[in-house]
């Protein structure tokens, strides 16, 4: 059976009317009102089975991972490790107590380290959404049948 669509020429309103005559004349026999609902299940267990099909890709494009860590999860897991160390030592810095020299430069160590911590969430931040977007070009590139070896490559860098 083709799913090919034919599509009349004409306006919607023409073609509206159209559709009405021709499903009223199916719809007067037995054998018509039959053909109507077998061709709607149809259809409708054809999307259902494009719907499982797609979910099926997604599951082994999942599983084709066997639950490894991607690499801008590491790197994601890395640079908050390093942002927490960052935040420890800054309170350490805070906590202690000035013996020799001013408390200025306590304040300007701990100012220091404040950029410090901004500026790698600022960096984690952009080095993440770049590799989610890789990721997600391959796997749009998957599901378009794209070619395989630049799909792992697109995988790899991200």
């Given at each position: 059976?083709?799913?090919?669509i034919?599509k ?5 309103n ?21 053909f109507l ?5 149809r ?13 099926e ?11 490894v ?10 640079i908050?490790?390093?942002a ?31 950029a ?13 959404g770049?590799?989610e977007?890789?990721?997600e ?9 794209g070619n395989?070896?630049?799909c792992?490559?697109?995988?790899s860098?991200?």
């Amino acid at each position: 059976m083709s799913s090919m669509i034919v599509k009349p020429p004409g306006d919607g309103n023409a073609d509206e009317h159209a559709f009405e005559q021709i499903e009223a004349a199916v719809m007067e026999t037995h054998r018509g009102r039959w053909f109507l609902s077998e061709y709607a299940r149809r259809n409708r267990q054809s999307d259902t089975v494009m719907v499982l099909e797609a979910i099926e890709k997604l599951q082994r494009n999942v599983g084709a991972r066997g639950g490894v860590a991607l690499p801008y999860d590491r790197l994601q897991g890395d640079i908050m490790e390093m942002a927490r160390a960052i935040a420890n030592t800054e309170r350490e810095i805070r906590a202690l107590q000035p013996e020799h020299g001013s408390a200025t430069q306590f304040v300007s160590a701990s100012d220091e380290l404040d950029a410090v911590v901004e500026t790698t969430e600022k960096a984690a931040s952009t080095i993440l959404g770049a590799a989610e977007k890789v990721q997600e070009y391959a796997w749009t590139m998957r599901e378009q049948q794209g070619n395989e070896d630049d799909c792992d490559m697109l995988d790899s860098c991200a």
